[in-house]
């Protein structure tokens, strides 16, 4: 596998990773205290920016024709910045919709209220996947690529 495909691979980690502790979960699985809020604090996330994130997903897919590995790995590590606009726009969306016709400032807050939670999270998937990819580049598992296009 090439490190332009591991970056594709890895927009679905953000889905797949509360989703696979969620079903873990919901069939009786075991654990302690800290998976079990860890299990919680990662469901929630999908509920919130489950589709914000989609939508970021689609688009970074889609710019990621053409590119080099390097400008991908770059992009990495704007990613959670380019997610807080689009979290903020489906989160005011949502607000309004669910609050209607009561709308008021208290009700359109939870974007900013939730946004350092969206950067702690992206950082730490931003971590999780370039960290993943130094480990298997080393292990000869993914090839170096840097310079190659899609």
Same mark, same amino acid.
């Given at each position: 596998?090439?490190g332009r495909g591991f =970056?594709?691979?890895?927009?679905?980690?953000? !889905?797949?990773?509360?989703?696979?502790?969620?079903?873990?979960?919901? %069939?009786?699985?075991?654990?302690?205290?800290?998976?079990?809020? %860890?299990?919680?604090?990662?469901?929630?996330?999908?509920?919130?920016?489950?589709?914000?994130? +989609?939508?970021?997903?689609?688009?970074?897919?889609?710019?990621?024709?053409?590119?080099?590995?390097?400008?991908?790995?770059?992009?990495?590590? /704007?990613?959670?910045? /380019?997610?807080?606009?689009?979290?903020?726009?489906?989160?005011?969306?949502?607000? !309004?919709?669910?609050?209607?016709?009561?709308?008021?400032?208290?009700?359109?807050? +939870?974007?900013?209220?939730?946004?350092?939670?969206?950067?702690?999270?992206?950082?730490? =998937?931003?971590?999780?996947?370039?960290?993943?990819?130094?480990?298997? @580049? @080393? +292990?000869?598992?993914?090839?170096?690529?840097?310079?190659?296009?899609?």
């Amino acid at each position: 596998m090439s490190g332009r495909g591991f =970056y594709r691979w890895s927009l679905f980690l953000p !889905i797949l990773a509360p989703a696979a502790l969620l079903a873990f979960e919901l %069939t009786g699985g075991r654990h302690g205290p800290l998976l079990g809020g %860890t299990i919680e604090f990662l469901g929630f996330s999908l509920v919130f920016g489950g589709i914000p994130y +989609g939508l970021l997903a689609l688009w970074l897919a889609r710019w990621m024709r053409g590119k080099t590995e390097n400008e991908i790995r770059r992009v990495s590590y /704007l990613a959670p910045i /380019l997610m807080l606009p689009i979290f903020w726009g489906c989160l005011f969306i949502y607000e !309004i919709v669910a609050s209607w016709p009561h709308a008021d400032a208290q009700h359109l807050s +939870g974007g900013a209220l939730l946004s350092p939670f969206v950067l702690l999270l992206g950082y730490a =998937y931003v971590l999780l996947v370039n960290g993943l990819l130094m480990l298997l @580049k @080393k +292990g000869g598992v993914v090839r170096n690529d840097s310079q190659q296009t899609v």
